[in-house]
Nanobody
Framework: QLQASGGGLVQAGDTLRLSCAAS????????MGWFRQAPGKEREFVAA????????YYSDYSKGRFTISRDNARNTMYLQMNSLKPEDTAVYYC????????????????????WGQGTQVTVSS
């Protein structure tokens, strides 16, 4: 029910835009988010969007470089990534929650009900 796309191989300083298309009426109606997982590391929070009011939340490393947004008509979420660094290399996953959740929990991967298949982002130096 979630289809992520847009990953690729880029150089440091480049930009990428990831997309996450959601299917199903209730998918993502609470919140949607992006997480990433680098080899040998745990999956970590990147950014999230509270669907009811459109407020956005970022991790410390994504704030100022990444922008999460949505297109309600297309039921699609985006992650615009600017000034990419080699340490941004990871598989990026989109996630969604059907019901509302406390905004303080949006960075916790356990609150999300649906996950996309992941899209690889590789940033070369």
């Amino acid at each position: 029910q979630l289809q992520a796309s847009g990953g690729g191989l880029v150089q440091a300083g480049d930009t990428l835009r990831l997309s996450c298309a959601a299917s199903g009426r209730s998918v993502g109606r609470g919140a949607m988010g992006w997480f990433r997982q680098a080899p040998g590391k745990e999956r970590e929070f990147v950014a999230a969007l509270n669907w009811s009011d459109g407020r956005t939340y970022y991790s410390d490393y994504s704030k100022g470089r990444f922008t999460i947004s949505r297109d309600n008509a297309r039921n699609t979420m985006y992650l615009q990534m600017n000034s990419l660094k080699p340490e941004d290399t990871a598989v990026y996953y989109c996630a969604a929650r059907g019901n509302r959740v406390a905004v303080g929990s949006l960075g916790d991967l356990r609150v999300y009900d649906y996950w996309g298949q992941g899209t690889q982002v590789t940033v070369s130096s």
